[in-house]
């Protein structure tokens, strides 16, 4: 395991710094200009020698690659620069939102595990059962549907028909202070939006499993020894249908993170979303790259953790990939 993941240490080094050249290549080219978006309206009607002069403060007019020299260069250093459009260290702006984004993707994460493997499992118990129909035909909807989509359905009926639920934001709009019970709150709708928008993939790879490990030999065995059908199920089934499972541990984080970013945005939760929103807007070359790279560590990652749990759950998975 350490050696796989030393190698795997090794290997992200030079996608993250191709994947931060990519990012200040595509800013250069976008028809965004940085200079504007900093200058807000005072740019309209700004004269051409004051763009020109605040694009040289900004380090704008440089060459391609030496701005992003000087960025990788600096954020090896543990600087990771100024936010132009925030007006703030790249490091606050982050600091200050990533956390609320970790707790609203962990949650819904945990939720569509949690719901699609108990869901599978029944399901694959009776294959065709009303359950299995009714649960898959509802996991084929899902799949299909936008997360921002379920996002305004959940505002619009738990919120706005029911009044149940806070329609967004992290607090009552009435109180300046965040507490743990206002913040659970707020998080039922958008964790709960972002976990049924990835429920179906772990619901139908569970199902799958286990209803292939029950038609095996070793289960059938089980049954033939006179073992419960709960722990035939559940002590051995559901252990080899996992395995297919955890593949989907990492691949499914690039998804999440995207719907994640819509579901704050819907919800208005103060995660990293109206960040990424405004520096890719505003070409902001430095928020721009650290959130990349942010968001390709989760994904290389996920891709680690799926199969360390693939080996520990397999022992005959051995780590050398």
């Known amino acids: 395991m350490a050696r796989m993941t030393g190698r795997r240490a090794l290997f992200a080094v030079p996608v993250l710094g191709a994947v931060t050249f990519a990012v200040f290549a595509v ?15 005072a740019g309209l009607t700004a004269s051409q020698e004051n763009l020109d002069q605040l694009r040289a403060n900004l380090g704008v007019d ?25 007006r703030q260290p790249v490091a606050d702006v982050i600091g200050e939102r990533v956390g609320w984004s970790v707790l609203l993707a962990a949650t819904a994460f945990l939720v569509a595990i949690l719901l699609g493997t108990a869901l599978g499992v029944l399901a ?44 967004g934001g992290l607090t009552d709009t009435a109180s300046d202070t965040v507490t743990a019970g206002q913040v659970a709150r707020h998080l039922v709708l958008p964790a709960g939006v972002l976990g049924l928008a990835q429920l179906p993939w772990f619901f139908l790879y569970v ?19 006179g073992l419960s059908e709960r ?11 996992m395995l297919p499972m955890l593949t989907l541990v990492g691949s499914r984080v690039p998804e999440l993170i995207t719907g994640a970013l ?9 995660g990293i979303a109206a ?5 890719a807007v505003s070409v902001d070359f430095a928020l721009l790259a650290a959130l990349t790279v942010i968001a ?20 005959r998975v051995g780590f050398d990939g």
């Open 27 to 41: 800013a250069a080219a976008s028809p965004f200009d940085p200079v504007k978006a900093y200058a807000g309206t």
């Open 62 to 86: 440089r060459p391609l690659l030496a701005r992003w020299w000087d960025w990788l260069t600096s954020a090896l250093a543990g600087d990771l620069g100024d936010s132009a459009v925030l």
């Open 124 to 167: 694959a118990r009776r294959p065709g059962g009303l359950l299995d129909r009714s649960v898959g035909s509802l996991a084929y909807t899902l799949e299909a549907a936008p997360a921002f989509w379920l996002g305004l359905l959940a505002i619009w009926f738990f919120s706005l028909k029911l009044g149940a639920l806070p329609a």
């Open 207 to 225: 199902r799958q499993g286990v209803s292939d490990a029950l038609a095996e030999d070793p289960v059938r065995g089980a049954r033939a020894r």
């Open 231 to 241: 722990t035939v199920l559940l002590g051995h089934a559901l252990r080899s249908g």
């Open 262 to 270: 819509l579901v704050e945005t819907v919800f208005s939760w103060p």
């Open 275 to 279: 960040a990424t929103v405004q520096a």
């Open 296 to 315: 390709t560590a989760a994904v290389l990652a996920g891709n680690l953790l799926s199969d360390l749990l693939y080996g520990l759950a397999d022992p």
